[in-house]
């Protein structure tokens, strides 16, 4: 396509790049009619500038459209070359103090607990580290887009309003000076022309709605007919469909529907087709076709071209304007004016109005153009922030109506701007008083909620998918008027008071419609059958809830206010009651002698409400009326003696009633609907405006009315009046057989009715009920949620309710679902109260920081808190009493110590000595004594012991506190000493307590029983001391202390008694366990063995003796023969492990891994032909090998494979969800652990022992002998293998040869030794081998293939060298205890290795020992091998001793195995020191310690200048022989340890118990070990002919010479180990390096989800369309293709938005981790969902980072999913 234009561009080019701005500027300044002109300008230009083509070109078109379009402006404005004009009004202006960034999505923004004015107030990056509140308590979060800094915002913090940058533009601020004065009069006038005409047009024409034809003043003369196919976003259809669609319609591969799709999400529109009418027109009418099936189509539209080249025009304009007008205030300034200046069409026809009006009807991309112009004009600008303010408030019905029925979301709509707006204290206010705002909104809300039912209340039945949908957007009003409340006023004007009582009004109307609202009727008979709706309702409450307490805090603020409202409000409450006494007869109830009127009324037959929001509101008015004590200052203006109690607690009492009936399980059949509405009437979201208000009202009821006739009337709605009122009721229903379920059901009404009433007296920690303050009532709740179980900090935060300010959002949080729930502002002192009740304690390395309750504040504890669910009840009441036990005190838990009420409530706790509770209690009691089954239940005793004690601590509180000559009328001692009335003279309740004292059944309750007795008697005191009139001494006290005596007694005859049982039990079974081990002392030795590691067991054993001990060579340390017993885990059959039986195998996980690696740039390019003998010391991809130590039979294991393999074939047909194992490539779980395995290792004796058993000579050939003992040997090889490569017409000529071939002494090359091992275990090493050769090379496995054996000693090698970098790392000793499974797994791995020849072809091998050996030993004909520099001399090291044996077995001379290794090892470290000679490049220090005078120190000199004269003098001069041996000493220490291990397992010589220890640097010890000498510069001088020619040889390579002129680099010893990327310490850094980051293919876009890894540092675009790539056929996401360029398949993410870190391994497994960062309270915070400040904790990094080391990653998410099934089912391949 691109090439087709290419011409017709350049010809553009042309008329285009003549046009000078500086004539057409000149041109418009002489210009009469300016906007004629230039309009006609730009109806020329416009069109052949931006879209040519199918495909714009956006730098292009920029620099064409600058150049023609908008350079003549700027020069027009400026009157001279702009670059000089602006930077001289750039000098002129005062910069801004407010500082007005504008957020991107993602970047981090931060608040201020301490100082901002509500949570809306936030900074940008810069200014929040220049400024005071970086050292406060901030909270950071990630920007949603929009929004912006409010830095030099005075009203938007406390203290602190300015960073250090903007503090310098704030000294010369003056009232309100006027902008304009700083620019001459005809820059202003030439400023307005243009802005009028530029801002017209760009209004114009994004407004403009036909599709082919321009506004008149724009038409060109010649029209193309060139049309667009425009493509428009909504937030219905999802991206998949979007694709799909256009793939069908325009004919596009995926790649670019994709590339579409994106753009459209992105920039709100995209054309998609370009051409005529009729071919955009059809491609139209298939994309509507598509997408009207489920939805309304997707929005498309055929334009012409010009009309989109000006729409593109106009929004590169409003960027324009936002520029310029940065350069000085003043044109701001004009910008403003210009904008909202009225147009000729009066009412709402300014520019700035016009766009808001039809911004629903714009494109996402236009909308946030023009939203940024009114942020970085507009709002700041002051004077007109006002005046824009006013301009919003005014349409705001208009605004909202349209978002409502927008296609796009809110953060989208200039309905947003709310948030700017109304949550500046200032315009709030004006906005109030002025526009009458609050009233706009409430109305506008209910406006849009119209579905009522008769009684006027709104009605959610049935609710269709758009009404839910329109509700959701209207929950936004809500919203705004949480923020017009947020800052309460200070003063109050009387237009304040009169519009907000204007807007209290109308806020009573919107709760009156809720006043009632879904009513339930309870189903008898059979079940309901549909689930009504209630969702709709309690959202709308949960939404309103701050609203209400806001409102509440508006009225505390002002006496006159709270009056007025409590008024208003009381009058709508009557009305709501108007109907009260229709079709509810009255009734008369009496008990006790008192009798009460009310009405008939049956909550479990007629239909009762959870929504009562006008009465909560009173109770709230009727505390804060206490609380402010208006009702003593003004009782005449307050309607008090109005009030009708029994009106007040009806509905709230009849709420509470539903619930207990809902408890004991009346409303069974009515489903779960009403289980969730109770569930969230309690619940800490909605109960401080419901089941808390509801406490209150009945509070307020009992306060004001004669406390037995409020009893009545709750008997009479729980349903209870009859039981209370019939005498002998308990011995009627247990004489009668009455039904079990009902008395079940009065029982649990019973209990609940009690529970109530201990609410109504004991519940009075609000300010205005008791006299406390808001802290009390805070610290009650964080004490009684510490009493369940120590909580972490969110917990606790999560259980509190959320303190109304922080229900706000942040300014670009908009609608944002996971908001910030935690106690934001310093009143609630949060914290301070949490550090007084309260011990922290820190976290380890997993878990969480947690609180810890003081003891002391464990007598503060109520067993009744109101706010305790049933499950924490009784978890409490658990964990205080077993806290008593441990304490050893009694384990009654008393009521505690009350606060007095406030005197507005003071009369409340006469309940507790009225008649008719006297009477209830007495009854309860009653049917204790008399323990009939059925009536009476331990629970509702507990209850009403409760309640004695309250009203005993009651009694003593005031004894305690009265006052001279005052008489205390609260005598409940006294009432409970009286027996009962005449008829039937029941005992006293205070004699029966006694009886209960000692009654069997209730040894739980004893301790409380005894303690309301203790009570009794200290008030009896206290009213004898303060009383002279003498009072009865009760029988009852003498008969206490009598059985208390008697009662200590038994309990310690009792406790003796099973004190001595306890002894004969432990002494019984200490004698069986003794005996055990002597019937079974071969058992428990064959266990000792196999658990310790056996080199453990040989330290025992006295065959060994104490001397040196060599791991190899002739005079290695002989080790006896072990006999190893191993059970199988499948078939628990024990077996010894032997040459000849059946195989074991222990499950092992093969896997690739660049953890050690130095370049992970390289990249095996045809794995097919890769040859693997020599690993590059860049170790850039090694082959790891772990295992969990568990051990099979090979048949167990075989068949279990097998079982598990039919049963994915079986999963397959039904669905293929992704297991945490892939079958198809060998995986399975270890059938114990279920760890991760891809096959199994197979268990062998120490091969070295089988092969060596032949004769030994006792002269073996020093080093020079060998080396040439071995070269004879291969050359005599490679003779034969040509033989029998050629082909037979050439014999004549061999024949020849092989005569003049000497064989060297006892060399039989014909011979083949016997394999020893039994056909399973062959078939075993081969299975193992194959696996490894697959998973190392990513291969088609292939048994025969000759790199099998290079990849077994290669996986070896790396699994050794990564255990030692880890022991070296940890500072542990080299044979420190390894873990069990490490040990099994390097034992077996290295005797697998070095058995796997035998079923190999001898061939190969003895081929790859004649390369290897050949890189050491030049050859003859081995030209391609790699120089020292580049082979890891581990992996030669294990290579060479392994593939030995191949050439050993035809070597019969009797050189042993043990020589050969000593002399390879001898070799390679010979070899390894030069490597380390030649890339030492330390610098020598001016310090020559201890002059180079040891003998070590002059021999590595020596050796050195040796090197030098070698290498033709390229190397550097050294003199400091001690800096030469200390770089030598250093270098070659990880390859000693290495090969100590590897010689460890091999030969199976028992670790000398020096190296165990941990501390020292082991050098000696080491050496001793392995056989060498302690100066080990002595191998070179020993061998010094050999050496000095290999010596030659190895620096006359190419390679070496390039790398000493500095042409090529080499890997430098000791190689550091690799650990994870420096983590900042403070995230927040993070999260500003991510802000910054773009997605790297789609154009500077914003990359969404930002992530790093923290293996290489790199930061990619995870989880989006725009960076897939293909990767082995299948489109994986940014994350999963950097696994495998740099980790191999296994990678370490940290999500930066999310603060959560990723593990990925392949494309099918993934799981989350906590990530490393914690906040202050010890607690993670994924998904940055609480925005406290987090610190790195270096423990867990630590932890993340040896996971790493250890290859456990793939493990770690093996497990995770295993246990987290919902992690299976992600797509881990699209991060």
Not at 515 to 523: A, L, W
Not at 855 to 870: G, I, M, T, V, W
Not at 1140 to 1146: G, Q, W
């Amino acid at each position: 396509m691109a090439s087709e234009l290419e011409p017709e561009v350049q010809g553009l080019d042309r008329s285009l790049l003549e046009c000078s701005a500086e004539e057409t500027a000149g041109k418009w300044l002489q210009a009469t009619d300016l906007t004629r002109e230039v309009n006609q300008h730009l109806a020329h230009y416009v069109p052949k500038i931006y879209c040519r083509g199918p495909n714009p070109f956006p730098q292009k078109e920029d620099m064409l459209a600058h150049q023609v379009l908008l350079g003549p402006m700027e020069w027009y404005l400026c009157g001279e070359d702009p670059e000089l004009g602006f930077s001289k009004l750039e000098q002129t202006n005062k910069p801004s103090h407010l500082c007005g960034r504008v957020f991107k999505v993602g970047e981090p923004t931060y608040s201020c607990r301490d100082c901002a004015v509500d949570p809306t107030c936030v900074l940008c990056m810069e200014c929040f580290l220049g400024s005071i509140h970086r050292d406060h308590r901030y909270r950071m979060t990630t920007s949603g887009g929009g929004g912006f800094c409010d830095c030099g915002d005075t009203e938007a913090w406390k203290e602190g309003p300015y960073c250090q940058k903007h503090e310098l533009n704030t000294s010369e601020i003056e009232e309100e000076e006027d902008p304009l004065v700083h620019l001459s009069e005809d820059v202003i006038a030439r400023t307005y022309n243009i802005f009028a005409i530029m801002f017209r047009y760009a209004v114009e024409i994004l407004t403009w709605e036909k599709e082919s034809e321009l506004p008149p003043d724009l038409e060109m003369v010649e029209k193309s007919d060139t049309y667009y196919c425009m493509l428009f976003n909504d937030e219905v259809h999802t991206y998949e469909q979007v694709i799909y669609t256009l793939q069908k319609a325009v004919n596009c591969t995926q790649k670019e529907a994709i590339g579409f799709a994106t753009t459209v999400d992105r920039d709100g529109r995209r054309s998609v087709r370009y051409g005529d009418f009729q071919y955009c027109e059809q491609a139209k009418s298939v994309i509507v076709r598509n997408t009207s099936r489920q939805t309304k189509p997707l929005k498309v539209q055929v334009m012409h071209s010009s009309i989109v080249a000006h729409q593109n025009f106009g929004l590169k304009l409003l960027s324009w304007l936002g520029s310029i007008i940065g350069y000085s205030d003043g044109l701001r300034r004009i910008l403003c004016q210009v904008g909202l200046q009225e147009g000729p069409n009066g009412e709402n026809s300014s520019l700035v109005d016009r766009l808001m009006l039809s911004d629903s009807k714009l494109w996402k991309g236009a909308r946030s153009v023009y939203h940024q112009l009114f942020m970085s004009s507009l709002l700041m600008d002051l004077k007109y922030k006002k005046l824009f303010a006013v301009r919003f408030a005014k349409n705001y019905e208009r605004l909202q109506s349209d978002y409502v029925t927008d296609d796009h979301d809110r953060e989208f709509s200039i309905a947003d701007l709310s948030v700017q707006i109304f949550t500046v204290p200032s315009l709030a206010r004006m906005l109030i008083t002025e526009e009458n705002l609050m009233t706009i909104i409430i109305k506008t809300f209910m406006d849009h909620l119209r579905h009522r039912d008769a009684q006027g209340r709104f009605q959610f039945e049935r609710y269709t998918a758009l009404q839910a949908f329109k509700f959701r957007r209207v929950q936004s009003l809500i919203l705004d008027l949480k923020y017009v409340l947020i800052s309460k006023p200070t003063e109050w004007s009387d237009d304040l008071r009169q519009k907000f009582l204007e807007g209290f009004d109308a806020f009573l109307e919107l709760l009156k419609c809720m006043q009632g609202m879904d009513p339930v009727t309870r189903q008898v008979g059979q079940h309901i059958e549909m689930e009504p709706e209630w969702e709709a309702a309690f959202t709308l409450q949960m939404k309103l809830t701050h609203v209400i307490s806001m409102m509440q805090d508006w009225c505390a603020l002002d006496e006159k206010v709270l009056i007025e409202a409590y008024k208003k409000c009381l009058a709508v409450l009557t009305q709501c009651h108007g109907g009260f006494t229709d079709g509810e007869q009255p009734v008369t109830l009496s008990i006790c002698g008192h009798s009460v009127e009310t009405i008939r009324y049956c909550v479990s037959k007629e239909k009762v409400s959870i929504h009562l929001p006008v009465s909560r509101l009173l109770a709230g008015l009727h505390v804060l009326v206490s609380k402010s004590e208006v009702a003593y200052k003004f009782p005449e203006l307050l309607p008090l003696s109005e009030l009708s109690p029994p009106m007040l607690i009806e509905h709230p009492l009849r709420c509470l009633v539903l619930c207990a009936q809902v408890h004991a399980g009346m409303w069974r059949r009515n489903g779960f609907s009403l289980v969730n509405q109770i569930y969230y009437y309690h619940n800490v979201k909605c109960r401080r405006e419901m089941f808390d208000k509801d406490i209150v009202m009945l509070q307020t009821g009992v306060s004001m009315m004669d406390p037995n006739h409020f009893l009545m009337i709750m008997l009479s709605r729980f349903e209870l009046h009859q039981i209370f009122s019939t005498p002998d009721y308990g011995k009627k229903i247990s004489s009668e057989t009455t039904h079990k379920d009902l008395v079940q059901q009065n029982n649990t009404l019973i209990e609940e009715m009690l529970y109530l009433i201990i609410m109504l007296v004991g519940e009075r920690f609000s300010p205005g009920v008791g006299q406390v303050n808001a802290t009390d009532e805070i610290k009650r709740e964080i004490i009684h949620q510490l009493s369940i179980k120590p909580m972490a900090h969110s917990e606790l935060v999560k259980s509190l309710p959320e303190d109304v300010s922080t229900c706000i959002l942040r300014k670009e949080n908009y609608g944002n679902p996971s908001l910030p729930t935690s106690l934001e502002n310093k009143e609630t002192g949060m914290e301070s109260v949490i550090e007084a009740v309260a011990h922290f304690k820190k976290p380890g390395l997993t878990g969480r920081g947690m609180y810890e309750l003081k003891p002391e504040c464990a007598k503060e504890f109520n067993l009744y808190f109101y706010h305790f669910s049933r499950a924490e009840q009784s978890k409490a009441e658990e964990a205080q009493r077993k806290l008593k036990r441990q304490n050893k005190e009694d384990t009654a838990l008393p009521p505690p110590v009350l606060p007095p009420f406030c005197p507005l409530f003071a009369s409340l706790v006469n309940i507790l000595q009225s008649d008719v509770m006297l009477l209830i209690m007495r009854t309860v009691l009653q049917w204790t004594v008399e323990h009939n089954g059925h009536v009476w239940s331990e629970s509702m005793l507990q209850r009403v012991l409760h309640l004695i004690g309250m009203a005993l601590q009651e009694e003593k509180q005031h004894l305690e506190n009265v006052m001279e000559e005052h008489v205390v009328t609260f005598t409940f001692t006294q009432k409970i000493s009286k027996p009962g009335e005449a008829p039937n003279n029941s005992p006293s309740i205070l004699a029966m307590l006694e009886t209960l004292q000692n009654a069997p059944y209730l040894e739980v309750h004893k301790d409380m029983i005894k303690w309301i007795l203790k009570t009794f008697n200290a008030i009896k005191k206290i009213r004898e001391s303060s009383s002279t009139s003498p009072v009865a001494e009760t029988e009852g006290t003498i008969m206490e202390e009598s059985s208390r005596d008697k009662d200590k007694a038994e309990r310690k005859r009792k406790a003796e008694i099973a004190r001595l049982r306890r002894e004969k039990i432990m002494a019984q079974m200490s004698e069986m366990q003794r005996h055990f081990i002597d019937e079974n002392k071969e058992l428990f030795q064959q266990t000792l063995e196999l658990d310790a590691s056996i080199s453990a067991v040989l330290d025992n054993s006295p065959m060994v003796s104490d001397m040196t001990r060599t791991a190899l060579g002739p005079a290695q340390t002989p080790v006896p023969e072990q006999r190893q017993f191993v059970t199988c885990i499948l078939c628990q059959e024990e077996q010894e492990v032997k040459v000849e039986s059946r195989a074991m195998v222990l499950a092992a996980f093969v896997q690739r891994s660049t953890v050690l690696s130095k370049n992970r740039s390289k990249f095996i390019q045809d794995p097919e032909k890769y040859d693997p003998l020599f690993m590059h010391p860049d170790l850039s991809c090694g082959t790891h090998t772990g295992s969990c130590g568990h051990i099979m039979h090979a048949h167990c294991w075989q068949r279990y494979f097998d079982s598990v393999q039919a049963k994915e074939q079986r999963r397959q047909q039904r669905l293929r969800l992704h297991t945490s194992y892939d079958v198809e490539n060998g995986e399975f779980l270890c059938p114990l652990c279920e760890c991760l395995s891809n096959t199994v290792i197979p268990l062998l004796l120490p091969p070295r022992n089988i092969f060596n058993s032949r004769f030994l000579f006792s002269d073996q050939p020093n080093l020079t002998q060998w080396i040439r003992t071995i070269s004879q040997q291969i050359k005599a090889l490679q003779v034969l293998r040509k033989e029998d490569n050629t082909p037979n017409t050439a014999l004549s000529k061999n024949l020849e040869n092989v005569d003049e071939l000497q064989l060297p002494e006892g060399f039989r090359p014909d011979f083949h030794p016997k394999n020893p091992y039994s056909e399973s275990i062959k078939e075993m090493l081969t299975t193992f081998g194959t696996a490894t050769y697959k998973v190392g090379l990513k291969v088609h496995p292939n048994e025969e293939d000759p790199r099998v054996p290079i990849m077994c000693w290669g996986s070896c090698a790396y699994t050794i060298q990564s255990i030692e970098r880890i022991l070296n790392d940890e500072d542990k000793p080299l044979f420190s205890p390894l873990p069990c499974r490490l040990d099994d797994c390097l034992r077996s791995l290295t005797r697998f290795a070095a058995a796997h020849w035998t079923v190999a072809s001898l061939s190969v091998v003895q081929g790859h020992f004649c390369k290897l050996f050949a890189s050491l030993v030049p050859g003859d004909n081995h030209g391609d091998l790699p120089c020292i520099l580049d082979i890891d001399m581990f992996h030669l090291l294990v290579g060479l001793v392994l593939a030995f044996p191949a050439l050993q077995c035809q070597d019969f001379s009797g050189i042993s195995l043990g020589t050969g290794d000593l002399h390879i090892f001898h070799l390679v470290t010979m070899a390894h020191i030069i490597q380390i000679l030649l890339t030492s490049c330390t610098e020598e220090n001016g310090m020559d310690q201890e002059n180079a005078s040891g003998e070590e120190e002059l021999a590595v000199l020596a050796l050195y200048k040796t090197l030098h004269q070698y290498t033709g003098s390229a190397l550097k001069e050294m003199h400091s022989g001690w800096h030469l041996l200390r770089n030598v000493r250093a270098g070659i220490m990880p390859f000693l340890r290495c090969s100590a291990l590897f010689f460890h397992y091999l030969n199976g010589v028992p670790s000398p118990p020096e190296i165990q220890a941990s501390g020292t640097s082991h050098f000696e010890h080491l050496c001793n070990y392995l056989s060498l000498p302690n100066n080990f510069i002595c191998l070179f001088q020993e061998n010094k002919e050999i050496m000095k020619l290999l010596i030659e040889s190895w620096c006359h390579n190419i390679e070496v010479k390039r790398y000493l002129e500095g042409e090529r680099d080499a890997i430098s010893y000791p190689r550091e180990s690799n650990k994870l990327i420096d983590l900042p310490e403070d995230y927040s850094s993070l999260i500003n390096q991510a802000s910054n980051f773009s997605c790297p293919k789609s154009g500077g876009d914003k990359s969404r989800a930002p992530t790093l890894c923290l293996v290489c540092g790199t930061l990619l675009c995870s989880q989006s369309y725009c960076c897939q790539t293909e990767l082995e056929g299948e489109d994986v996401g940014a994350c999963t293709a950097h696994t495998y360029s740099c980790g191999s398949g296994v990678g370490i993410f940290l999500r930066v938005r999310e603060c959560q870190v990723l593990f990925l391994a392949g494309k099918t497994k993934g799981c989350f981790y906590s990530p490393p960062y914690l906040d202050d309270y010890g607690e993670t915070d994924q998904g940055l969902r609480r925005g406290n400040p987090l610190h790195l904790c270096r423990e867990r990094f630590k932890k993340i980072q040896k996971l790493w080391h250890q290859h456990s990653i793939t493990e770690e998410i093996g497990h995770a999913q295993e246990a987290n099934q919902t992690l299976v089912g992600i797509d881990w391949q699209h991060l």
